[in-house]
C-alpha cells in the first residue's frame, strides 16, 4: 500500500471511531438531530425495540429512553473496523449503565454489555451508518446503589440530557 | 510522498494520539499517586473543576493524589473525542474511577461514572491540558468484597500499588 493510501486508511478508521463517540453522545445526552447525523437517510437498524429505517429509528429511540430510563451512560470498547474502500463493517463492544424506576418509585440499576454490528459508508467525504444492529451479550438487574451524600455531594458539575450539559457550553456537540 | 490534504490527516492522527495519551496518562498519575507525571500533563495556568476542587492545577496536583481515606482506585478511560482547532484542542472522555476507601468501621467499595471535558493547548509541540472539568454522571456504593490472599486472586503476585513500587514503573527491571 502507499504511504498516501495509508494515512488515508488510519484517517478513515479514526473518523469511523469518531463519529461511534458521536452516536454515544447522541444517546447519552438525547440528541435526536445529532444522532441522525451519524446514520445515512436510507440506513436501517435491527435493535429489537426497532428495526427498520435508521432516521425513523432515532425519532422512536430518543422518546424511548427518555420514557424507560432515569438516565443512561454508554462506553464502547474493543473496536474493529475493516476497511472496503468506501464501505467499511465494523464490530465495537458497548458496556452501557442505566437506571430505570419501577412502578413503585424505586430504583434499579442495569448494566448491560453489548456489541454493535456495524456498516458504514463514506458518502460525499463523511462516514455515516447505513447498517447498526445491536447484540446483547450480557445484562444485570442490580439494586440502586447511587448516593448523593458525603464525597458524592461534592460532584457539582452533573451530567444532563439536552443542551444544559458541558459538552455544548465547550462546543463539542454542534 | 504526500500531498498537503495528506499531511494535515496526519497532523490530526497524530494530535489524537498524542492527546490519548495525556488523557491515559492522567488516569495512570492518579491511580499511582504520582505527583510530577500529573503536574506535567498541565499547560501553565491551568483550571481543573473535579469534585470538591476548583482551581488552579498547580494546586490540584498536590490534594488530587492523596485523597483523604482513598486505598486504591483505579481510572478506566474510553469513548475519547477530541476535536483540534491548529494549537488548541477540545475533547470529551468517559471516565469510570472504581475506588476502595477506608471508611468509619470498614471499607467501601465505590463506582463513579462521568466525563472529562477539557480544552487543551499545545506548548513546545507536546498537548497539555489548559482546562478539565469532571462532569459527574452516577455512582454506587457497595461494602467491599475485595479478596486479596485467596483462592485465583491471591495467585496473582503483581498488585498496583500508588507510588513508586507499582509494577509500571519497574517494567525494564529498574528498581523504583
Known amino acids: 500500500m502507499s504511504t498516501s493510501a495509508r494515512i488515508r486508511a488510519l484517517a478513515d478508521k479514526q473518523a469511523i471511531y469518531d463519529q461511534m463517540c458521536r452516536y454515544i453522545q447522541a444517546v447519552d445526552r438525547c440528541d435526536l438531530e445529532l444522532l441522525k447525523s451519524t446514520f445515512h437517510h436510507d440506513g436501517s437498524v435491527i435493535f429489537g425495540i426497532f428495526d427498520g429505517n435508521a432516521h425513523d429509528f432515532c425519532d422512536y429511540d430518543i422518546p424511548f429512553i427518555k420514557d424507560n430510563l432515569v438516565w443512561a451512560y454508554h462506553r464502547i470498547a474493543n473496536v474493529v473496523i475493516e476497511l472496503d474502500g468506501n464501505r467499511a463493517t465494523a464490530e465495537s463492544y458497548m458496556l452501557g449503565n442505566a437506571a430505570a424506576a419501577l412502578p413503585d418509585g424505586n430504583k434499579i440499576n442495569c448494566p448491560d454489555n453489548m456489541r454493535y454490528r456495524d456498516v458504514w459508508e463514506k458518502r460525499d467525504g463523511v462516514w455515516r451508518m447505513w447498517k447498526r444492529d445491536l447484540v446483547m451479550d450480557w445484562n444485570a438487574c442490580w439494586a440502586y446503589a447511587g448516593r448523593s451524600d458525603g464525597r458524592f455531594a461534592d460532584y457539582r458539575v452533573q451530567g444532563t440530557r439536552g443542551r444544559e450539559d458541558l459538552t455544548y457550553r465547550m462546543k463539542l456537540i454542534p | ?176
Request: charged residues 20%; glycine residues 12%.
Open chain 2, 1 to 176: 510522498m504526500s500531498n498537503n490534504n495528506e499531511l494535515a490527516l496526519l497532523q490530526e492522527l497524530e494530535d489524537k494520539q498524542a492527546l490519548r495519551e495525556v488523557s491515559t496518562l492522567f488516569a495512570r498519575a492518579l491511580d499511582r499517586a504520582d505527583g510530577p507525571l500529573l503536574a506535567s500533563l498541565f499547560a501553565d495556568g491551568a483550571q481543573v473543576s473535579i469534585g470538591a476542587f476548583s482551581g488552579p492545577a498547580s494546586e490540584f496536583v498536590a490534594g488530587g493524589i492523596s485523597p483523604a481515606g482513598l486505598e486504591r482506585s483505579f481510572h478506566s478511560v474510553s469513548n475519547e473525542f477530541y476535536q483540534i482547532d491548529g494549537d488548541s484542542a477540545r475533547g470529551e472522555i468517559y471516565v469510570i474511577d472504581v475506588a476502595t476507601w477506608n471508611t468509619d468501621g470498614g471499607k467501601t467499595d465505590t463506582l463513579i461514572g462521568g466525563r472529562y471535558v477539557d480544552a487543551y493547548s499545545k506548548v513546545g509541540g507536546a498537548w497539555k491540558i489548559a482546562r478539565r472539568t469532571f462532569v459527574h454522571e452516577w455512582n454506587m456504593s457497595f461494602p467491599t468484597t475485595t479478596v486479596w490472599d485467596e483462592g485465583l486472586f491471591g495467585m496473582i503476585k503483581l498488585r498496583g500499588t500508588r507510588g513508586k513500587d507499582d509494577p509500571i514503573y519497574t517494567i525494564l527491571g529498574g528498581q523504583a
